[in-house]
């Protein structure tokens, strides 16, 4: 690549460019979409009120400075497209805020990458699914906004794997990983809500997780089956190869399938009631679990017997989304390590109002 | 003859200011060196064995302990106030080790905001995260912070090889304190075998 000023490079043409970026360690390792200023401009033109050298933050583990700008080349590359943007954006403010924690995330040799969730009328607005494959393959708006967060951590957060990304195996869920709620089709009220955003609010939420474990449930009746489905869903949480049982700490997450969802609102289960159930049940004897994996224990950060995946019921998250054609949910163990385990955090997603010029009445 | 495609580049730059590393260890009557493991497996042990290696170089020394508590810890920065102790109580802090990801990040944090406080520090890394840690560094703004390379795995093995090892880099370990001058100590047992 020869440098030119103003953080512009040069090459022969747009393969050669491509190339350029992949030896430079700049992306995932699949083809991207060369990052030209006329594609950045435009992709800068959804950003919502905000000029190209506004800062977003500082990412850890290397310590850039997240600008508007930056995010938009990555989305490039990514494939968003303008529309996307926006959430790219709120993303971005949520990945960079400290309490997300980004550093020690990118530098474990845990395979824990964010989860993107997405509410509100942005999911429509920016393009975003929550339909049947909606952790891919398939929507583009979800693969490619997963994907622009992971070239950010990559490009100026340092997490180039072996150097700031030490994940021993990585994972297909360090590619992209975002979905949007399906809130028309849940009983709940809507995650965000739950959070205490407003419903008509566009919310992106992150969390650091493992990649989605399956969960399947098949329904009968409707009988004692929201106390099984709970009990099921626990014992996935509390399994002595994920980290949660030994770590204890910060929030996981739960993705309800619609079928699933309508099943435990029937039998009276609402949020709250789900989670306290799981707080129960999600848990072991230390002598149990130590027969199963022995030094394992020694990292438990506490010496009482009775071992829980989580602090409070609340760090159970909760959402729906995917097709209810099938009793598959779907859970997500976290790392659990940094300051505070897997904290989620959310931010509003802002709309330009563009430029409006107002009707004469003369 | 065809234009070059211009096109952005999506790398940010570090923050952090760079800066030399200056802190160094003078030694006088008692010095104070501090032994500081993350908690990793046998991160402690360690540094116990590397103490009673060091003494003889070091005659009057004392070597301090402090760690995080639980080995969970051993990713985030060590709190201000444990720093503050660190400094009352030492002259110099030896800190290990990175034998992980996360806990490499937190040893190379940790030894960064020590000298940013004017300790001198040495700060043992396994050979398996050794470029994580130099990028830490750099990223950081103190690249020439004094690393001691040792090698991987060293958790879990015998504790009579630990031992070995412990002796065979305790001049090094001092000579990163005195002056600030990273060692590779990856295969010094190897070469001390086949002397």
């Not at chain 1, 994907?147 to 360090?174: E, F, Q, W, Y």
């Not at chain 1, 699933?260 to 949020?271: E, Y």
């Not at chain 2, 690249?143 to 065979?168: C, S």
């Amino acid at each position: 690549m020869s440098a030119l000023p103003n953080g512009m490079l040069s090459a022969a043409n747009e393969e050669a460019a491509a190339r350029a970026l992949l030896e430079a360690r700049c992306t995932d390792g699949l083809p991207i979409v060369v990052p030209t200023p006329e594609r950045v401009d435009r992709m800068l033109l959804y950003a919502p009120g905000l000029p190209r050298e506004a800062s977003l933050g500082t990412l850890l583990p290397m310590g850039g400075d997240l600008t508007v700008e930056k995010a938009a080349i990555n989305a490039v590359m990514a494939g968003c497209t303008p529309e996307n943007f926006p959430v790219v954006i709120a993303a971005c403010e949520a990945l960079a805020d400290p309490a997300f924690d980004a550093g020690p995330m990118q530098n474990t040799t845990h395979p824990v990458t964010p989860l993107i969730i997405v509410n509100g009328p942005a999911r429509e607005l920016c393009g975003l699914s929550s339909g049947v494959g909606a952790l891919g393959p398939g929507p583009a708006g979800n693969a490619t906004i997963g994907r622009a967060i992971r070239l950010i951590m990559i490009n100026v957060g340092g997490g180039v794997p072996g150097i700031g990304d030490m994940a021993t195996l990585g994972s297909p869920a360090k590619f992209a990983l975002c979905l949007a709620e399906a809130e028309e089709a849940s009983p709940f009220e809507p995650l965000h809500v739950s959070l205490g955003f407003a419903p008509q609010d566009s919310v992106v939420t992150l969390l650091q997780v493992e990649g989605a474990h399956s969960m399947m449930f098949a329904l009968t009746d409707i009988g004692e089956q929201a106390e099984l489905f709970c009990r099921t869903l626990a014992a996935g949480f509390a399994n002595p190869a994920s980290n949660n049982i030994y770590t204890g700490v910060g929030a996981v997450a739960a993705v309800l399938n619609p079928i699933h969802a309508k099943m435990l609102a029937r039998a009276g289960w609402g949020r709250a009631r789900i989670q306290q159930r799981l707080f129960e049940l999600a848990r072991a004897d230390r002598a149990t679990l130590r027969a199963i994996s022995g030094a394992n224990t020694d990292t438990i950060p506490h010496a009482a017997d009775d071992v829980r995946v989580v602090e409070r019921p609340e760090d159970f998250l909760l959402l729906v989304s995917g097709d209810d054609g099938g009793a598959y949910s779907a859970y997500f163990p976290t790392w659990g390590g940094g300051k505070k385990g897997s904290v989620p955090v959310s931010r509003k997603v802002r709309f330009d109002d563009g430029c409006e010029i107002p009707e004469s009445r003369r | 003859m065809n234009q070059p495609l211009l096109y952005l580049d999506p790398v940010a730059k570090p923050t952090a200011p760079q800066e030399p590393y200056l802190p160094r260890l003078v030694v006088g009557a008692h010095p104070r060196i501090a032994r500081f493991p993350n908690l990793f497996t046998d991160s402690a042990p360690f540094l116990a064995d590397l103490a009673e290696a060091m003494a003889p170089l070091l005659p009057d020394a004392a070597f301090p302990y402090f760690d995080k508590k639980f080995g969970r810890y051993m990713s985030t920065p060590a709190s201000p106030e444990l720093r503050a102790e660190m400094i009352a109580g030492s002259d110099a802090v030896v800190l290990a080790y990175g034998h992980c990801g996360s806990c490499t990040s937190g040893v190379v944090h940790d030894g960064v905001l020590l000298a940013r406080e004017g300790v001198p520090v040495a700060v043992l890394v396994t050979e398996r995260f050794r470029e994580e840690a130099l990028f830490l560094a750099r990223a950081l703004g103190l690249p020439d912070l004094p690393f001691v390379f040792i090698p991987y795995p060293i958790a879990g093995q015998d504790a009579a090889w630990q031992r070995r090892l412990a002796e065979a880099i305790a001049p090094l370990v001092l000579t990163a304190l005195t002056d600030g001058i990273s060692a590779d100590a990856v295969h010094i047992l190897d070469a001390a075998v086949a002397a």
